[in-house]
């Protein structure tokens, strides 16, 4: 691949941002998300259990051109898998980074990739409680009650290096949430009671993923 095309690539990752500094991840989102998922690979979905799931990442040092066809390649994974966000260790990669395409409460579709993220501590008359149903590519066929936020802000780095901050409401916010929590080591079955884990664990053993993952030994 061109130098020229590389960074044309590598650039696609670069949003504009809002007055008060938030990337504009609605622009472009359908041409943006198809570009990634057509020059990326998909592979198969690491399911609970597997190392990479239990740990939290490495920190992104470098923003090349591996880590953009990383990004291409989670995007087609999530595509395969039809989820709304992807973390880099649900393929078996030890980096923080996520990808998202994910709609919220009013439709509109939000598309982006952040490396690095960190939650924002939000004030406590920010902290409306959602205790809506969530589900996980990691843990396929299984759904489970769990109270987040119906607003969250990350800070973080897109693919270039450049410092980023994503904000989201409603079932966006539980997105952020959640993949940013996978690059620290933590599944949403983490955060259930005994017997909410054991009975989503039990659906998961009697339900078949509707795509490709990999065998846990």
Known sequence: MAQQETDERIGEGVLPTDEDGFVVDTVDAKE?????????????ITVVGHPALH???????????GLAQLI?????????????????????????????????????????????PVLVELDPARRRLDDSNEGCLSVPTAYAPLARTDYA?????????????????GYFARCLQHETDHLYGY????????????????QMAEGTPRYPTVPND
């Open 153 to 169: 802000e990350v800070r973080g780095q897109d693919a270039r290096g450049n410092d980023i901050k994503v904000r989201g409401t």
């Open 187 to 202: 599944l949403y079955i983490d955060r259930l009671s005994k017997r909410e884990r054991k009975a989503a664990l039990k």
């Open 72 to 116: 291409d390649d989670m995007f087609a994974s999530q595509s395969t898998a039809e989820g709304v966000g992807l973390a880099a260790n649900q393929i078996g990669v030890d980096l923080k980074v996520f990808v998202y395409d994910c709609q919220d409460d009013e439709g509109v579709r939000h598309v982006g990739a952040v490396c690095n």
């Open 32 to 44: 943006r998300e198809a570009a990634h998922r057509e020059r990326g690979t998909s592979r198969p």
């Open 55 to 65: 740990k939290e990442c490495r920190t992104v040092t470098e923003f090349d051109d």
